[in-house]
DNA sequence: GAACAGACCTCAAGCGCTTGAGGTCAAGCA
DNA sequence: TGCTTGACCTCAAGCGCTTGAGGTCTGTTC
């Protein structure tokens, strides 16, 4: 049975060390078991199964406590997999909404920046007033978009 | 001149009353007018014009200390447009990363959803053995892409 | 005139980590 | 043998807000 240190298990996890300690002190791992002498946390591959998996749903935004529920289910096994998928797609939704909303945003930064580049190259006279209130009537429809 | 309640103002910025405070307390904007009775925030016109900017800049991701320098710069006019422009195609290329990044998670929810489905149906012996060891591939793909 | 509702106030704590300070332990080297 | 290095430890504070507790102020109703 081999050992990990929290180096490594951070490495293979791609969770900070910090974090690896904090889902332990809040539960969300089991206590792990620590070396004698030194009292460095030593992790097991089950461990690290764990980790991966909450890593995922890290990775996607998904909340602490439904992170909880997901490894709590994960044990039970077929009678759980209703709310697994439950989970799952209610955070896929979640996401797909969030994509909408970031190429809005991608819209109007981009707009906005080619505005700033113009003034910046200061196209003439008159310009500089003209691309003000432009700058104001983007953000007004950004802010009823968002 | 109109002054407002922090209520109005807030529905009109879509920005929470406390977050109005709190922008007040670090210095985002300048330090609000008061009623002399109540000591209540009284917002003008002008104050909505800032937070009108705050809130498009804050939905799109933009720290406290870009948005610092967005105000500042937005003072000063032409001079530092470049710097405007510069902070504005920084985040744009953020948000483009974040969407790619989203669509490869939504994918893998919908996957894994799907996986969780099959299980839920039960769909034959040995099935569940196979469902789990799937899981675990996706779960270090998911790993690996992220 | 007293009691109530509603909008506002300030202050403190919580979220899910990250960052930093300050200290211990174990191994390698002069 | 003492000294350095590096990986680890714990504890506390910071991020950008949000939420909640507890109190004040104003206006309305009985």
């Given at each position: 049975m081999t050992?990990?240190?929290?180096?490594?298990?951070?490495?293979?996890?791609?969770?900070?060390?910090?974090?690896?300690?904090?889902?332990?002190?809040?539960?969300?791992?089991?206590?792990?078991?620590r070396d004698e002498r030194s009292g460095h946390r030593r992790y097991r591959e089950q461990d690290l199964d764990d980790l991966q998996v909450l890593a995922c749903l890290r990775a996607m935004g998904v909340g602490i406590e439904d992170m909880r529920t997901y490894q709590a289910n994960?044990?039970?096994?077929?009678s759980a997999a209703g709310e697994q998928r439950d989970i799952l797609t209610r955070h896929a939704k979640r996401i797909e909404q969030e994509i909408a909303t970031l190429q809005v945003h991608l819209r109007y930064l981009e707009a906005k920046a080619g505005l700033w580049d113009a003034r910046d190259r200061g196209d003439g006279p008159g310009e500089e007033a003209a691309a003000s209130r432009v700058h104001v009537l983007l953000d007004q429809l950004e802010a009823v978009l968002s």
């Amino acid at each position: 049975m081999t050992l990990l240190t929290i180096q490594n298990a951070s490495q293979r996890s791609r969770l900070s060390e910090p974090t690896l300690r904090y889902y332990e002190e809040i539960g969300l791992i089991g206590p792990i078991a620590r070396d004698e002498r030194s009292g460095h946390r030593r992790y097991r591959e089950q461990d690290l199964d764990d980790l991966q998996v909450l890593a995922c749903l890290r990775a996607m935004g998904v909340g602490i406590e439904d992170m909880r529920t997901y490894q709590a289910n994960r044990a039970k096994g077929r009678s759980a997999a209703g709310e697994q998928r439950d989970i799952l797609t209610r955070h896929a939704k979640r996401i797909e909404q969030e994509i909408a909303t970031l190429q809005v945003h991608l819209r109007y930064l981009e707009a906005k920046a080619g505005l700033w580049d113009a003034r910046d190259r200061g196209d003439g006279p008159g310009e500089e007033a003209a691309a003000s209130r432009v700058h104001v009537l983007l953000d007004q429809l950004e802010a009823v978009l968002s």
